[in-house]
């Protein structure tokens, strides 16, 4: 598809076709998951079995407009599944970065992308395998040196299903922030795919937001690869408010020394909503570091888990790993999981990992009300604690000011 939503002949629309049906035959292959699968067992996967069948909807360049994050001008948006250049700022791309429709870059990087997800696809799960057949594509963004001003990815569910990959690739001893917004403004299902290069001495920051007025009838996967290179560093934050469905997965390689990764995130859930994270990361080679911060809070009948994995090859000795999810019960109806995992099978290496699920402190409670806080307030102040951990550390102030108003607001005041 072109920016506009209208078909074009890729350059390399031969192996793009062949990468399409090899995903559907895979999504064939493996069939909808069902809670026999290991790494699907605390999902409620219902869902699955029904797509919303909305009918997408036109958007004025006003209603996108209402939905941009104050103070970063470079904005790239994405529209079920459709990267629309038309609709994104291309004027105020930061010097040192280059943006493309994916299907029209150069037949070779075309090509060598394509090989790279076929030699893939044998792991990929169904929601992956949805990020290539129900889209059209995606962008690419490149960085070289260091990028001045932030990106904002801005990605619209308006109905029906979409998909899309965005392909981020920086050069040696570039650095760069993102903000990556997903965002549903009727029922949906979205399969966004982020693949990411790192060259070494690179550094990318990212905070992503998951939110919208139809997200809770909406399903949402967002699905994380990166190859981390010698002495890069990659900080990916998200905030979200959960849908019928959502799921994160992250697949992360710790490729050479030097090299580190620090994945945080926090799900606000009410209602009947999901989150679900699933986080594997490798460390291939010694003295590489890895951190994980996942905290849930839940209410409601909400559903939560969190399935992370850390990995330490035999031999990455000098390696260092923290793993840790924190989970939040608001009410006797919400249920969470928890399956943190380490696979060590170097000798010399700092490890380890841990995880809570409990309900607010009484002794706390009391204590708040005792200060003059109503019982309201004083369950507000203490679940807003809780979750502020993980937004203050999303790098762009429009973030966690969206983050605090939408995903912690809703926690009450």
């Given at each position: 598809m072109s920016s506009q939503g209208t078909p074009v002949q890729?350059?390399?629309g031969d192996a793009w076709s062949l990468v399409r049906a090899r995903a559907a035959a895979r999504a064939q292959e493996v069939g909808l998951p069902t809670n026999a699968a290991e790494s699907w067992r605390y999902v409620r996967v219902a869902p699955l079995a029904k797509p919303p069948a909305t009918t997408p909807?036109?958007?004025?360049?006003t209603g996108i407009d209402a939905l941009r994050l104050p103070g970063i001008a470079?904005?790239?948006?994405?529209?079920?599944?459709?990267?629309?250049?038309?609709?994104?700022?291309l004027g105020a791309i930061p010097r040192g970065v280059r943006v493309d429709d994916l299907l029209a870059i150069p037949d070779s990087e075309g090509r060598a992308l394509c090989d790279?997800?076929?030699?893939?696809?044998?792991?990929?799960?169904?929601?992956?395998?949805?990020?290539?057949?129900?889209?059209?594509?995606?962008?690419?963004?490149?960085?070289?040196?260091a990028v001045e001003q932030p990106l904002h990815i801005l990605s619209i569910a308006t109905g029906g299903?979409?998909?899309?990959?965005?392909?981020?690739?920086?050069?040696?001893?570039?650095?760069?922030?993102?903000?990556?917004?997903?965002?549903?403004?009727?029922?949906?299902?979205?399969s966004i795919g982020v693949d990411i290069e790192l060259g070494d001495g690179a550094s990318l920051s990212a905070d992503e937001l998951q939110g919208g007025e139809?997200?809770?009838?909406?399903?949402?996967?967002?699905?994380?690869?990166?190859?981390?290179?010698?002495?890069?560093?990659m900080s990916w934050t998200t905030a979200a408010r959960g849908a019928d469905l959502a799921r994160f997965t992250a697949?992360?390689?710790?490729?050479?020394?030097?090299?580190?990764?620090?994945?945080?995130?926090?799900?606000?859930?009410?209602?009947?909503?999901?989150?679900?994270?699933?986080?594997?990361?490798?460390h291939r080679v010694g003295m590489t570091t890895s951190q994980q911060v996942f905290k849930n809070i839940a209410g409601g009948t909400a559903v939560a888990s969190f399935d992370g994995l850390v990995t330490i090859a035999k031999g990455a000795d000098g390696s260092q790993a923290s793993q840790r999810n924190n989970n939040l019960l608001l009410s006797p109806t919400a249920r969470i999981d928890t399956r943190p995992q380490l696979d060590i099978l170097a000798d010399d290496v700092k490890a380890g990992h841990g995880a809570t699920i409990?309900?607010?402190?009484p002794e706390e409670l009391f204590y708040l009300q005792t200060r003059g806080l109503d019982a309201a307030l004083a369950r507000a102040v203490l679940t807003r604690g809780f979750a502020a951990e993980v937004v203050d550390l999303m790098r762009l102030p429009a973030c966690r000011e969206l983050a605090q108003a939408e995903v912690l607001g809703s926690l009450g005041r």
């Amino acid at each position: 598809m072109s920016s506009q939503g209208t078909p074009v002949q890729s350059r390399w629309g031969d192996a793009w076709s062949l990468v399409r049906a090899r995903a559907a035959a895979r999504a064939q292959e493996v069939g909808l998951p069902t809670n026999a699968a290991e790494s699907w067992r605390y999902v409620r996967v219902a869902p699955l079995a029904k797509p919303p069948a909305t009918t997408p909807r036109p958007l004025t360049m006003t209603g996108i407009d209402a939905l941009r994050l104050p103070g970063i001008a470079a904005v790239l948006v994405v529209i079920d599944g459709v990267y629309r250049a038309d609709l994104s700022n291309l004027g105020a791309i930061p010097r040192g970065v280059r943006v493309d429709d994916l299907l029209a870059i150069p037949d070779s990087e075309g090509r060598a992308l394509c090989d790279r997800w076929l030699r893939g696809m044998d792991g990929c799960d169904i929601t992956a395998c949805w990020s290539f057949t129900d889209g059209s594509g995606g962008l690419r963004i490149r960085a070289q040196g260091a990028v001045e001003q932030p990106l904002h990815i801005l990605s619209i569910a308006t109905g029906g299903v979409g998909g899309a990959r965005v392909v981020i690739e920086l050069a040696r001893g570039a650095t760069m922030d993102l903000a990556l917004s997903h965002i549903a403004l009727a029922p949906s299902r979205s399969s966004i795919g982020v693949d990411i290069e790192l060259g070494d001495g690179a550094s990318l920051s990212a905070d992503e937001l998951q939110g919208g007025e139809a997200c809770a009838a909406s399903q949402l996967f967002s699905g994380l690869t990166a190859a981390i290179a010698r002495d890069a560093r990659m900080s990916w934050t998200t905030a979200a408010r959960g849908a019928d469905l959502a799921r994160f997965t992250a697949d992360a390689a710790l490729i050479a020394a030097g090299s580190a990764i620090a994945l945080n995130s926090v799900s606000v859930l009410d209602g009947a909503r999901q989150s679900h994270n699933h986080a594997r990361v490798s460390h291939r080679v010694g003295m590489t570091t890895s951190q994980q911060v996942f905290k849930n809070i839940a209410g409601g009948t909400a559903v939560a888990s969190f399935d992370g994995l850390v990995t330490i090859a035999k031999g990455a000795d000098g390696s260092q790993a923290s793993q840790r999810n924190n989970n939040l019960l608001l009410s006797p109806t919400a249920r969470i999981d928890t399956r943190p995992q380490l696979d060590i099978l170097a000798d010399d290496v700092k490890a380890g990992h841990g995880a809570t699920i409990g309900q607010l402190d009484p002794e706390e409670l009391f204590y708040l009300q005792t200060r003059g806080l109503d019982a309201a307030l004083a369950r507000a102040v203490l679940t807003r604690g809780f979750a502020a951990e993980v937004v203050d550390l999303m790098r762009l102030p429009a973030c966690r000011e969206l983050a605090q108003a939408e995903v912690l607001g809703s926690l009450g005041r």
